[in-house]
């Protein structure tokens, strides 16, 4: 099993910045990855950016150029800038095993006001 602790999240103006954070601990096993996904009220949980424990990275199309992944052993960053009213979403932590099994945070709300 995999605890996920999320935090930051909030409400912003467009254009500002959030910066979020998310532990893992428990069964943490070598070859894994962690990211953010975000998801709106009836949509599909979207990826927004992953890094593996070798440091390949990932960003969803809509986010390229404006947020930054990075990664300290068990703990992944997100920093956004440049935010747009449409980042509006519900953020979730996730780390994925080696074996493809996926573990989730409990979400931070991210708000970003025109």
């Known amino acids: 099993q995999v605890q996920l602790v999320e935090s930051g999240g909030g409400l912003v103006q467009a254009g500002g910045s959030l910066n979020l954070s998310c532990t893992a601990s428990?069964?943490?096993?070598?070859?894994?990855?962690m990211g953010w996904y975000r998801q709106t009220p009836g949509n599909q949980r979207e990826l927004v950016a992953t890094?593996?424990?070798?440091?390949r990275i990932n960003y969803g199309d809509s986010v390229k150029g404006r947020f930054a992944i990075s990664r300290n052993g068990n703990t992944v960053y997100l920093e956004m800038i440049s935010l747009k009213p449409e980042d509006t979403a519900v953020y979730y932590c996730?780390?994925?095993?080696?074996?493809?099994?996926?573990?989730w945070g409990q979400g931070t709300q991210v708000t970003v006001s025109s």
């Open positions: 996730n780390h994925k095993n080696p074996f493809g099994y996926d573990y």
């Open positions: 428990g069964t943490i096993l070598r070859g894994n990855a």
């Open positions: 890094s593996t424990s070798g440091g």
